[in-house]
C-alpha cells in the first residue's frame, strides 16, 4: 500500500509569513493526526482528525495555527504568521483504527528565519 | 494524565551485546504502548505494540518489548544489536479510558558501537 504522502519536504520562510503543508493519508484510513517535533523533542500531537471531524486539537495555538480536513480525506496545516520558535518538523500520521499502529510521513522540515 | 518518560537520552552498546531501552508510562486507565523507531530525515516506522495478552511483544527487526504493569513499564529489547539499529526511539502511550491521544516520550538515541 501507499504510505502517508506529505508535501513539501523542506521549507524557508521569514518570520511573519505564512505557510502550508499537506497530508494525503493511506487510503481508507479514517483518522488524521498533524505533530510538531521540535530538535530534540518527542512528537507532539498538534490536532487530531476522525473522517472530517476534529477529535482534539487542545494543543494547537489557534492564534496562528490551522487545519483542514476536507472531504475526509487529504489534510492541510497553516501557519499565519509564523514565529522563530515554529521552526521544526511537521509530521502527518494516519491509522484505520484505535488499535492500529500511526502510520507516518516523511515531515516537512520547516525553517523559520 | 497520561505521561510517557524516557530516562535516558543517549545508550550506547556493542555490536552483538543486548540492548535495552527503557520506558514508563502513567495513565489513569489501561494503556495501550507502542514504540517507534525514526532514521534521519524520515517519519517514525512502527516497531510493536502491546494493547493486551501475552507481556512480552516481539516486533519489526527482531525488536520485543516486555510490558511489567507492577512496574509500569514497558522496555524496548534485543538480544544482540546491529550497528544498523543506530536510530532514534520512541515509547508511546495511549490510555484506553480516555480520548484516542497518543503521546509520545522524548526520544532514546541508539548508538551501536562496531
Known amino acids: 500500500e501507499a504510505g502517508v504522502a506529505q508535501s513539501p519536504r523542506y521549507k524557508i520562510i521569514e518570520k511573519r509569513q505564512s505557510v502550508a503543508f499537506w497530508c494525503n493519508p493511506i487510503s481508507g484510513h479514517a483518522t488524521l493526526y498533524w505533530y510538531q517535533q521540535i530538535l530534540g523533542q518527542g512528537p507532539k500531537l498538534l490536532i487530531q482528525?476522525?473522517?472530517?471531524?476534529?477529535?482534539?486539537d487542545s494543543q494547537l495555538p489557534k492564534d496562528r495555527f490551522s487545519a483542514e480536513r476536507l472531504k475526509g480525506v487529504d489534510s492541510t496545516l497553516k501557519i499565519q504568521p509564523a514565529k522563530l520558535e515554529d521552526s521544526a518538523v511537521y509530521l502527518c500520521?494516519?491509522?484505520?483504527?484505535?488499535?492500529?499502529?500511526?502510520?507516518f510521513g516523511n515531515g516537512t522540515r520547516l525553517t523559520v528565519t | 494524565a497520561q505521561s510517557v518518560a524516557q530516562p535516558e537520552d543517549q545508550v550506547n552498546v556493542a555490536e552483538g551485546n543486548p540492548l535495552t531501552v527503557k520506558c514508563t508510562y502513567s495513565?489513569?486507565?489501561?494503556?495501550?504502548l507502542f514504540w517507534y523507531v525514526q532514521y534521519p530525515n524520515r517519519g517514525l516506522q512502527f516497531l510493536l505494540k502491546?494493547?493486551?495478552?501475552?507481556?512480552l511483544v516481539k516486533g519489526s527487526y527482531g525488536f520485543e518489548a516486555e510490558f511489567n504493569k507492577s512496574q509500569t513499564s514497558f522496555h524496548l529489547k534485543k538480544p544482540s544489536a546491529l550497528v544498523s539499529d543506530s536510530a532514534l526511539y520512541f515509547c508511546?502511550?495511549?490510555?484506553?479510558?480516555?480520548?484516542?491521544?497518543?503521546?509520545f516520550g522524548k526520544g532514546t538515541r541508539l548508538h551501536i558501537l562496531p
Open positions: 502491546y494493547i493486551t495478552g501475552d507481556n
Open positions: 508511546a502511550v495511549r490510555d484506553n479510558r480516555k480520548d484516542d491521544k497518543i503521546i
Open positions: 482528525f476522525q473522517n472530517n471531524g476534529v477529535v482534539d
Open positions: 500520521a494516519s491509522s484505520s483504527n484505535r488499535d492500529s499502529p500511526l502510520h
Open positions: 495513565v489513569s486507565g489501561n494503556p495501550y
